[in-house]
């Protein structure tokens, strides 16, 4: 059974409409990520969900139990939903063990044993107990957040950007730990983000938002692999698109010939690989390579482990025309320096992109 159900959801503020028809089905035990663009209408979401904004019209459910429609509404309070929002908003005249406590209703020494489990839990140390929330570091702000809002037992857990006043190192370990804890305390989780890689490696359901609208959703692999449009491609990670002819299941560009994963015949369309689906080689002199084209590296941009290459193709329709740029991942060690003369070939398929 779905746990949460949101159903045609619309919402404005005055003129300005914060989010059109949206639908979503959040599962049972699920990791799902709303993400896009700041503006996009990813906190207007959640704090609907929570019970702090109500829609315009729509129809939301948690287990079959109707939150909001036309003729209902339970307060925020009934919802046993937990919010994290995005600046974790502490009560600042509460120490750690106050704020983790406010809600709740047990009393003295049983209290303290569960304030004591749900900091163990957050990896707090239990010395922190009497601090102040302006004595704490960001991520640890985040912590007792967290752990006020799994005191209430929720059902289902909303967490508004959680990660982005962290720094890069803490973020990701930050991100672990929430995923590990909130799995194995089996709560279904609601993640926002404008992070594309935090997006993608927390999420088991990914949602995108663009506009106040939900563009594409589903698992993060198959959108990543299969945007519906560039926006959305671009967004999820670095892309090269270009203008292909579709035909009988193979896409003709400058790249030479590449077979798609979704054909329409005889038709021309804009299409996507990503970086690491192409890969450069030295052009064997005098013989023609089975697949792709020539190309000459106009920059190596040196990561470390892989270099990001700019490969300008040669142009297959006109001599004298500049040929197309191409970003090419390739190992660090080995990647041609610029000036190299090399052969780009393609691994899979290219994904057709629908039209704009
Ligand atoms: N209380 C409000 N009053 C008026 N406009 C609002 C209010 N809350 C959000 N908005 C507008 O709704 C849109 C979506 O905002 P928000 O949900 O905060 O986006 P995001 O979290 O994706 O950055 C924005 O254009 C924002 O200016
Ligand atoms: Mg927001």
Redesign the pocket.
């Known amino acids: 059974m779905n746990t949460l159900e949101l159903h045609s959801i619309y ?1 404005a ?2 003129s ?4 059109e028809n949206i639908s979503l089905s959040v599962p049972t035990g699920s990791r799902t990520v709303i993400v ?12 609907m969900i929570a019970g702090f ?1 109500f829609p315009d019209s729509g129809r939301l459910t948690l287990n079959g139990q109707t939150l909001v429609d036309s003729t209902h509404e339970v307060p925020a309070h009934q919802r046993l939903i937990g919010y994290v929002p ?1 600046d974790g908003a502490l009560f600042p005249h509460m120490t750690v063990a106050a704020n983790i406590g406010f809600g709740l209703s047990t009393k003295g020494l049983e209290k303290q044993q569960r304030i004591a489990e749900l900091m163990d839990s957050v990896a707090l140390d239990s010395n922190m107990a009497e601090r102040w929330p302006h004595e704490l570091s960001g991520g640890q702000q985040q912590r007792v957040a967290l752990a006020r809002a799994l005191a209430q037992q929720p059902r289902l857990m909303l967490l ?2 959680p990660f982005s006043a962290l720094d890069t190192g803490l973020r990701a370990a930050m991100r672990k730990l929430v995923a590990r804890l909130l799995a194995d305390a089996g709560v279904t989780t609601i993640l ?1 983000t ?1 992070d594309q890689s935090e997006a993608l490696s927390f999420a088991d359901q990914l949602a995108v ?1 663009r506009q ?1 609208r939900l563009v594409q959703s589903g698992h993060p692999l198959d959108l990543y692999r299969y945007p519906d449009d560039e926006q959305t491609a671009l967004f999820l990670g670095e892309a090269v698109v270009m203008p292909a002819r579709i035909e009988a299941g193979w896409a003709h560009c400058d790249l030479g010939r590449i077979p798609v994963n979704n054909h329409r015949n005889n038709s021309s369309a804009q299409i996507m690989l990503r970086p690491e689906q192409l890969q450069v080689c030295s052009p064997i002199t005098g013989e023609a390579h089975s697949q792709g084209c020539r190309g000459v590296v106009t920059d190596r941009d040196f990561g470390g482990n892989t270099c990001t290459l700019t490969v300008e193709l040669e142009s297959l329709v006109n001599e004298d025309q500049p040929g197309r740029s191409l970003l090419v991942r390739s190992s660090g060690m080995h990647a041609p320096p610029a000036g190299s003369a090399v052969h780009v070939s393609t691994i899979g398929h290219a994904h057709v992109l629908s039209e704009p």
């Open positions: 919402k503020y005055g300005q409409r914060a989010l896009g663009p700041s503006g996009s209408g990813k906190t207007t979401l959640l704090r904004e995005q508004d950007e926002v404008h938002m106040g």
